[in-house]
């Protein structure tokens, strides 16, 4: 077309309908941008909850798995009647999709009854406060056995998980504390269970408590001073012996006659149990004193160099 | 009547024949493959970078399981060699932490226990390459991508099986990335010898050992608590040992019945005049005795008797 000299306002026409022009494109632009970004966003999952400690186990699935046909396979060939699969399935659904403040034991009902199993009688093994010691003891000593020592805390140990009603349903990210909800997915499984392993408890049970600890030996506030005693079976249990470790070097802060092993024993006697209490029973200290060989309560009567 | 009595004698033996052939039809001495050896094997393998030594870092478990599957599946499982597992080793390897490494001879558990889960020390069960097939079995067969659950060749049968090449590997692997001081926990009571020959630490660690990545090789020597003191440091093939390596160049120190696993070994034997400890003890009321040493007959015990 060709250009009509002389013709001011057909420019300013012209300049107007460019600028429009490259002004929309750059509105489209913008909100085509902001949909594809605001869209990357929901994918991710921003309505995740968000908490303050760690979050789900990697590979969650492939851990629990392994480590239930191994245990079934290595530690108790008795088992053999144990379906892992559906173990996993069950933990699963404990806790998947849900919030993780609003865990029931219910929740953890089917996981329970699938993987409980018999402890044979005087093994039971509990404690507080002494989760290293106890667990190294028996790793050495296969006589007696700790919840961790079981399919349930075996498969447990030192594994987390929570859920979220958001996809995927698993959370992890993160997982609530104790301290921002009690009923949260660990804390519910590890009382249940910690329950359950005091309920099937039979004839001597012995117990291994801290005498190093500031707070006192035994606190009504641990799993051990508010779930575990109150489930022992009297009709099962014979005897309770505790067995009262200081640590080498540390602190005697409590020995079998401090205040709170006399408020246990009374706990207990009330309850109809036997009780003994040993400070430093000797197996568990012989086994400090491996990582201790040189220290003065670890010297041997017979002559060593 | 011939006849039938012929007749009755080959029923007969074809029914002999059947159940001797089922007694007889596995076709290995051995244990057959561990049931869910996948799901183990991949399980351990995230359990150990996840949580047992998260320091290794990234390792992508299902190639690794796939690696070690093909060294052995659908294979005469004769004739399998320890190079076989190459690509099972450079996937699942780590570095070994210096002053770790712990060889051992005929005291599994008790080296179990006393690495402390490869904490105090990094046995190779202790590495990823050792975890994952600790305690497990396995075999495959020649013409099927199968693992054999009903038997397996013991090395007596076959020195090339499955298991044995793994772990002549493994073994060569971990002394080759040892470093630092290498410590030996050898069992003195011990029939055999204490350094058994031909044996797995002869035949495929020490021949990998670096040279010039090893400061000093520690021997420790020792009995078990209730066994007989066979041998000791600078004894029989102890002393063999210690010849050998001294010839290669190690700086070589021996010691008998070291303390902190003489410690161990007392778990189960707390009574014995060997574990007898004698330090403080408190008396009935909770009161500390003075330190004084102590008598064979044991450790006093503090007992409070509840009411009965």
Redesign the interface.
């Known amino acids: 077309m060709p250009f009509r000299p002389g013709s001011a306002r057909a420019r300013q026409r012209s300049v107007l309908l460019v600028g429009s022009a490259v002004l929309l494109a750059a509105l489209v632009l913008a909100v085509v941008l902001a949909s594809l970004l605001t869209h990357e966003k929901q994918e991710v999952g921003p309505k995740m909850m968000k908490w303050k400690d760690r979050g789900t186990t990697k590979n969650l699935r492939e851990v629990i798995l392994g480590r239930c046909y191994s245990y079934v396979m290595a530690r108790y060939p008795e088992l053999g009647d144990k379906d892992c699969l559906k173990i996993w399935e069950s933990l699963k659904q404990a806790f998947i999709y849900k919030n993780p403040c609003n865990i029931t034991s219910e929740d953890y009902e089917p996981l329970m009854e699938l993987a409980t199993h018999p402890i044979p009688c005087n093994k039971s093994l509990l404690w507080s406060k002494t989760s290293d010691l106890v667990h190294r003891y028996t790793k050495s000593n296969q006589n007696f056995l700790t919840l961790e020592d079981t399919l349930l805390g075996y498969m447990a140990d030192r594994v987390s998980w929570c859920g979220d009603p958001s996809d995927p349903g698993i959370n992890y990210e993160s997982c609530p504390k104790r301290s921002e909800c009690e009923s949260n997915p660990s804390s519910v499984f590890w009382k249940m269970a910690s329950k359950l392993f005091a309920e099937a408890a039979c004839g001597v049970v012995q117990v291994m408590l801290n005498g190093s600890v500031e707070a006192g030996a035994f606190r009504s506030s641990s799993i051990f001073g508010s779930i575990e005693i109150f489930n022992l079976n009297p009709d099962k249990v014979t005897e309770v012996h505790i067995w009262l470790m200081h640590d080498i070097g540390g602190p005697q802060s409590e020995s079998c006659s401090g205040h709170s092993i006399k408020r246990l024993k009374s706990i207990l006697e009330e309850r109809n149990f036997k009780i003994t209490c040993v400070d430093n029973y000797r197996p568990v200290q012989l086994l400090q004193c491996v990582h201790n060989p040189d220290h003065t309560d670890c010297r041997l009567c017979t002559n060593t160099t | 009547m011939m006849k039938s009595l012929f007749l009755s004698v080959l029923l007969v033996s074809v029914l002999f024949m059947n159940s001797f052939s089922e007694v007889q039809g596995k076709k290995w001495k051995g244990e057959g493959t561990?049931?869910?050896l996948e799901?183990?094997?991949?399980?351990?393998c995230?359990?150990y970078i996840?949580?047992v030594n998260p320091a290794v870092g990234e390792k992508n478990?299902s190639a690794i399981w796939e690696a070690f599957k093909n060294a052995f599946i659908n294979k005469d499982p004769c004739n399998i060699l320890p190079n076989d597992y190459e690509l099972f080793i450079n996937l699942s390897f780590h570095t070994i932490p210096p002053n770790k490494s712990l060889f051992w001879e005929n005291n599994q558990l008790l080296v179990?226990?006393?690495a402390?889960r490869g904490r105090?020390y990094m046995s190779l069960a202790d590495t990823l390459f050792g975890f994952v097939a600790d305690?497990l079995n396995w075999c495959g067969q020649a013409n099927s991508a199968g693992l054999d659950y009903e038997s397996c060749p013991t090395t007596e049968e076959c020195e090339n099986n499955a298991v044995e090449s793994f772990w002549r590997k493994a073994s060569a692997t971990y002394a080759q990335h040892s470093s630092g001081v290498i410590h030996v926990l050898l069992n003195g009571s011990v029939v055999g010898g204490a350094y058994p020959e031909p044996g797995f630490f002869a035949d495929y660690e020490i021949p990998n050992l670096q040279k010039d990545k090893v400061s000093e090789i520690v021997i420790w020597v020792v009995d078990d608590i209730e066994g007989p003191d066979i041998e000791s440091c600078g004894t029989h093939t102890v002393k063999i040992l210690e010849n050998r390596l001294k010839t290669l160049g190690y700086d070589v120190t021996c010691t008998d019945n070291y303390?902190?696993?003489?410690?161990?070994l007392?778990?189960?034997y707390?009574?014995d005049?060997?574990?007898?400890?004698?330090?403080?003890?408190?008396s009935v009321?909770?009161s500390?005795l003075s330190?004084g040493?102590?008598t064979?007959t044991g450790?006093i015990?503090?007992?409070?008797?509840?009411?009965?």
């Open positions: 561990t049931q869910n799901s183990i094997v991949i399980g351990r995230y359990d996840g949580i478990c179990n226990s006393f402390g105090r305690y303390k902190s696993v003489m410690f161990l007392c778990l189960d707390p009574d005049s060997k574990c007898t400890l004698s330090s403080a003890v408190f009321d909770g500390l330190d040493p102590f064979d450790t015990w503090s007992v409070v008797v509840s009411q009965l």
